[in-house]
Every structure is written in C-alpha cells, then in structure tokens.
C-alpha cells in the first residue's frame, strides 16, 4: 500500500468509498447521477456545438456561455466517470498522483466556472449601461484576454493544493470516505498538521468567491439602477429579462458551493456525512446539467437555433445585446 520512501508515508493509492452509510444503495444513488451527466454532456456540447456554427451567436454574450459550458462539461467529466465506476463496479483505488491530478482540476475548474460567471455579469453591465459601446468594448481580443486571465487565476491559486496536500504523512490509511478527491477530504486522512491546508483553502475560497461574487453584486446594482431609470416599461421589461437565465445560472452554482464550503469547516456533526456527500456530488453535476436548460429556455436567439437546426427551418434570429 505504502510507496518506497517509507518516511513519507506516502500511499500508492487512495479508496474511495463512496457514500459511506449508504453502500447498499450505491446502485440507485447512480440512476439520477448518471442520467444527469448524460443531459449535462449532451446539452453543453450541444450548445457549444450551436454558438459555434452559427453566425447569429457570435457574439460576447454566447462566448462566455460557450466558455461556461466547456468549463462544466470538463468539470462534471473529472468526477463522474470515477464515481460511477465506485457505485457499479466497486472499482474504489485511484492511485495517489491521479488523486491529486483529479483533486486540482476540481478545484481549478470550480474557481473557473465562478470566475466565468463573473464575467458573464460584467457583460450583461455593459450591454445594459453602455449599449452603444457594447462591441467596441467587448472586442474578441478582451473575451480572449479576459477567459486566459480567469483559467490562469484558477491555476496559480489552485496549484498549491497540491503541493500542500502531497506533503503530509499518510500514516492513518488511505481511505478517503468520498466520492472523488477533494481538498480537506484528501487532507484529513493526513495524520500530520493540515492546518495550513485549511488555512490556504478558505484564503482561495474567499479570494475566488467573495471577489468574484462582490463584482456580480456590483454589476446587478448597477444594472438595477439603470433599468429602473428607463422610462419604457416595455424597455425595463427587455433590459431585465436578458439577465434572468444568468441569474438562475448564479442561484443554481452558488446555493449547493455555499452549502458544501459552510458544512465542511463548520457543519460538524450536525449534519450527516452521506448528506454532505450528496450535496457535494450535486455541486459538480447540478449546473452543468441545469445551465444547458436554464439556456435553452429562457434565451430566445438559443430556442431558435435548436429549432433551426432540429427542423431546418429558415430562422430569423433576433439581434438583441
């Protein structure tokens, strides 16, 4: 079990248990897990595939959206597979470097796709407040520096886990009572000082989510106040409604994050460990699965596009920021 340097306490490899207190039910807890990675993989390189193709879509808003959905289908990507091989296989050992390597994108792909909707919000602040300068600002070269500068962000910050997480004495065992590596779970079954891991963690967790939540706040305020002070009701009603499906798009990645971050440093034991489990698998798997549909049904140019390559309609698509 152990590696060849014996001081280290470094294991080959960990076990993942899955939802522990609920083996026996591993088989039914995986029928609504798999069914939504299989809507979550079809409905984001759909949409890719759709603001890729057509011409109507190339524009700011739709790159971001393409951007989310490459994030959440990677995201999903790094878990479910290995969680699925745990419920139908038992195929429960990852080995050590593979824990870490998945232990990184999870964490730097959730730092991208919080960072990605903070840029979605910045767009929808200046198609809102500075229409007339919409596409002079958000020029193809700042979308591009701006998606680099959100993917290096998540590198830099998340990097460290790995180092940290690698340098502890594994001297308890190597079993990590998860679905998946994740950071504190990973660190936990450390018999060293992890301290500093939780201290790093919650620094890139404030560092990541309030900034990224106070510039979403900021662009919302702003954008209140601008439609509030159209005179049109019918202009309040358009400006506003472009905003709804990235709202919904927020409320569904933030509710489960906060929940999962509160209840892993401050929950205790006043909530269940396979409840904490759940809702973490949930926090992978629930946005990317629901965003291709909060997208398709509210965005209207999205609804056409479907149609237009469904039935092979001509298509007129409406130009709205």
């Not at 190339?58 to 393409?66: E, G, N």
């Not at 070269?141 to 340098?167: D, E």
């Not at 906060?258 to 034991?269: E, S």
Request: proline share 5%; aromatic share 14%.
């Amino acid at each position: 079990m152990w590696g060849a340097n014996s001081s280290s306490l470094t294991p080959q490899f960990f076990i993942l248990n899955g939802v522990p207190g609920l083996e026996a039910a591993h088989i039914w807890i995986s029928l609504p897990f798999c069914f939504m990675y299989i809507i979550a993989v079809l409905g984001n390189c759909g949409l890719i595939y759709l603001i890729s193709h057509e011409e109507a879509l190339h524009r700011p808003m739709y790159y971001f959206l393409a951007l989310l959905s490459f994030t959440d289908v990677t995201l999903c990507t790094t878990t479910v597979p290995n969680m699925l091989c745990i419920f139908w296989f038992n195929l429960k050992e990852i080995d050590f470097n593979a824990c870490l390597a998945q232990m990184f994108f999870v964490h730097m792909l959730t730092g991208m796709e919080s960072g990605v909707l903070m840029l979605m919000a910045l767009d929808r602040y200046v198609a809102i407040c500075y229409p007339l300068r919409y596409s002079t600002i958000l020029t193809n070269p700042v979308i591009a520096k701006a998606g680099l500068a959100t993917f290096l962000r998540g590198v830099m910050l998340v990097m460290p886990f790995t180092f940290l997480t690698k340098r502890l004495p594994y001297c308890r065992g190597n079993f990590i009572p998860h679905t998946y590596c994740d950071h504190m779970s990973v660190a936990k079954v450390s018999c060293g000082n992890f301290k500093i891991n939780a201290i790093y963690g919650l620094m890139v967790a404030l560092l990541i989510g309030m900034f990224d939540i106070c510039c979403i706040s900021l662009s919302y305020t702003m954008i209140l106040r601008a439609v509030v002070s159209l005179s049109s009701a019918d202009a309040r009603h358009k400006a506003f409604s472009t905003c709804t499906s990235h709202i919904c798009a927020i409320v569904i990645t933030y509710v489960p994050a906060f929940f999962t971050f509160f209840t892993h440093r401050f929950g205790g034991h006043s909530i269940p460990h396979h409840i904490h489990i759940i809702v973490a698998n949930l926090y992978l798997l629930l946005p990317p699965t629901m965003n291709p549909i909060v997208y398709g049904v509210k965005t209207k140019q999205i609804r056409e596009g479907v149609i237009k390559f469904l039935l092979g309609d001509k298509v007129v698509f409406t130009q709205d920021n």
